[in-house]
């Protein structure tokens, strides 16, 4: 049994949204179990990520077309890309199960989203619901509960 | 002074056979005269019945930029209501939707309505005695939309009190309405899943232009369906097509593809894609709903009523349906640059959970404000928003495949890039714009 630590699971939190930031994504997907979700509810308190719309509900396959196409020739709405910037409350750790290799993380966020001479600035908390794979923390879900969710957005075009 | 307002010949001159001004999208004395004719005088959509499936259930929304309230009266019919005190003009119903028992009340003096509108009473009444308040306004109570129709739980409003009945305003499209109705094996639909809503920093017919735009979906959404089919195709062979997969991939088809699935219009701006075929055509089979369907229809209509994969039929001005994906979009208007979208889904009752779960994913891939689809079309929306204001160019071309003939013909199918569905747009904005203009006094 591998023993994770407080500090690597906040630290693993911090990594992720450092990532967004610099807008590596071949190493952020690495980070996802092969059948992880990333999931942005319509309304607060949301269950069914099936039965209900969300904002986002993604696996592994459709957040990498996500990604290919950021960086693609023919992305009009990204010419010129947007950037993004996440400041995080510090996460607190939400249960552990040592055992099982399982983690839970609750961390506030305001995240800003830039293109052209717009800034629009999104409220919320992130769950992380990590799981040691072979040896490495990944996520199983990841699940951004925008304060705002059903209110009209404009386009969001990267990841909180 | 003013460039339209009282001048239906000024306005007229905006719609050429193939072309129309840039003002349509860009003029805000327009935006203002498409709200106080065309929005009055056309039949526009309010909501669906199994939003308010009781007696005090009400959902508030906009006709035009109107505020409205759509309710179920107390005894069992849906009323829609301007949502405006008679007393101070405060939005009475507050929320999107609740159930406000027997009447609403007012938040600012209390004054109370019953949920046809009329006044039911207000505090100290005494008093209004003798001040000549049965012959004020405020005495009528909140008003009613002139006019209501619903049909089969669509709820529409023509709030112009004169004007184009339902049945002719819509004339042979309400077969689009139908076909999704029908997909129920109970033959009924509820909203459901939740809306989807998307600011646009455009005006609200770009939005409607594009629907039946077949031209665009090669080129702008290249970006989307075109990474997903390549992604996918990187896939070990013999891995099953993904639902989201099936869903992206028929936006890169080629433009025979577009030209081969035809086009129809019908009156006063409605029409539709997706003839012959559509993208919505080759969706995989979801278990025990075709049973059911062969059970409450019989084979021979079952198979029709599948067989109709409509793509996108346009209620003019500001609805669209997707029939075989049984999801709703309206533009509304909020200025003459900024439109909402909604996207709302339906649940076919009595139909496997597994349809409603691929709207939703439909939905949420192509309408939600976090769409790679959706990215895109904004992009381009807004961009001809800012386009549109060079000078040197006035005019929007809309002349695909025009024939001096296709005027007076109606309910006709034509190729499926054909931008004649945009000029049925056109014609029935210029008939319900100039509908309620007085003409001008001839100098």
Redesign the interface.
């Known amino acids: 049994m591998i023993t994770i630590t407080d500090r690597q699971l906040v630290d693993f939190v911090y990594a992720e949204a450092r990532l967004l930031d610099e807008q590596r994504y071949d190493d952020w997907l690495g980070l996802f179990s092969d059948d992880g979700h990333y999931w942005?509810p319509?309304?607060p308190g949301q269950r069914d990520p099936?039965?209900?719309?969300?904002?986002?509900?993604e696996d592994k396959?459709?957040l990498?077309?996500?990604t290919?196409?950021l960086r693609?020739r023919?992305?009009?709405?990204?010419q010129p890309p947007s950037r993004c910037h996440h400041l995080l409350q510090q996460p607190s750790v939400e249960s552990a199960d040592d055992a099982g290799g399982r983690y839970a993380l609750r961390t506030a966020f305001h995240y800003v989203e830039t293109r052209l001479d717009t800034q629009t600035l999104y409220a919320g908390w992130a769950r992380h619901e990590l799981q040691v794979l072979d040896g490495a923390l990944r996520i199983q879900l990841k699940r951004v509960d925008l304060v705002n969710s059903?209110?009209?957005?404009?386009?969001?075009?990267l990841f909180m | 002074m003013n460039r339209y307002r009282g001048r239906p010949a000024a306005v007229r001159a905006l719609v050429r056979p193939t072309e129309v001004h840039k003002d349509l999208y860009i003029d805000l004395e327009l935006f203002d005269l498409e709200m106080e004719h065309l929005f009055a005088n056309a039949w526009v959509y309010v909501g669906h019945a199994s939003q308010v499936p009781n007696p005090g259930d009400y959902f508030t929304t906009t006709v035009g930029t109107q505020p409205v309230v759509m309710v179920r009266h107390t005894d069992g019919t849906v009323r829609v209501l301007y949502n405006r005190c008679a007393h101070k003009g405060v939005k009475v119903a507050g929320q999107t939707c609740g159930n406000t028992g027997r009447f609403f009340r007012c938040p600012y003096h209390g004054w109370t309505y019953r949920t046809d509108g009329s006044l039911l009473a207000m505090p100290l009444k005494k008093g209004y005695d003798d001040t000549g308040f049965e012959s004020c306004e405020a005495s009528r109570g909140m008003a009613a939309v002139a006019a209501v129709q619903v049909y089969r739980d669509f709820v529409f409003c023509r709030s112009n009190p004169q004007g184009v009945g339902f049945a002719e305003f819509f004339g042979e499209s309400l077969s689009t309405l139908d076909n999704m109705v029908d997909r129920s094996p109970e033959g009924r639909l509820e909203v459901a899943g939740g809306v989807l809503r998307y600011l646009h920093h455009c005006n609200w017919k770009m939005l409607v232009d594009n629907q039946t735009d077949t031209c665009h979906p090669m080129v702008a959404h290249e970006s989307s369906a075109g990474t997903a089919v390549r992604v996918w195709q990187e896939a070990p062979p013999g891995t099953p097509k993904p639902m989201a997969v099936e869903i992206f991939a028929p936006f890169v088809s080629p433009y025979e593809f577009f030209e081969n699935m035809g086009l129809r219009v019908w009156v006063n701006g409605h029409g539709h894609t997706g003839v012959a075929d559509s993208l919505h055509a080759n969706y995989s089979p979801v278990p025990g709903y075709w049973e059911r369907m062969v059970a409450a229809y019989g084979e021979a209509r079952a198979q029709r009523i599948l067989g109709d994969v409509r793509h996108n039929t346009v209620y003019f001005p500001n609805l669209m349906i997707k029939g075989p994906i049984q999801t709703l979009r309206l533009f509304k208007p909020i200025a003459v640059d900024r439109t909402l979208v909604e996207s709302w889904t339906f649940r076919l009752v009595g139909a496997p959970d597994l349809l409603l779960e691929r709207t939703l994913m439909y939905n949420r891939l192509v309408n939600a404000p976090t769409s790679i689809v959706g990215h895109d079309d904004l992009e381009v929306y807004e961009r001809a928003q800012a386009g549109l204001h060079a000078r040197g160019r006035d005019w929007v071309h809309v002349g695909r495949l025009y024939d001096p003939t296709e005027v007076d013909r109606v309910n006709v199918t034509t190729n499926g890039t054909n931008e004649l569905q945009m000029r049925n747009q056109l014609r029935a904005w210029l008939r319900y714009m100039t509908a309620s203009m007085p003409e001008e006094a001839l100098a």
């Open positions: 942005m319509l309304t099936r039965l209900e719309t969300s904002l986002l509900y396959l459709l990498r077309i996500r290919e196409r693609g023919r992305t009009f709405s990204q059903d209110a009209a957005f404009g386009n969001i075009n």
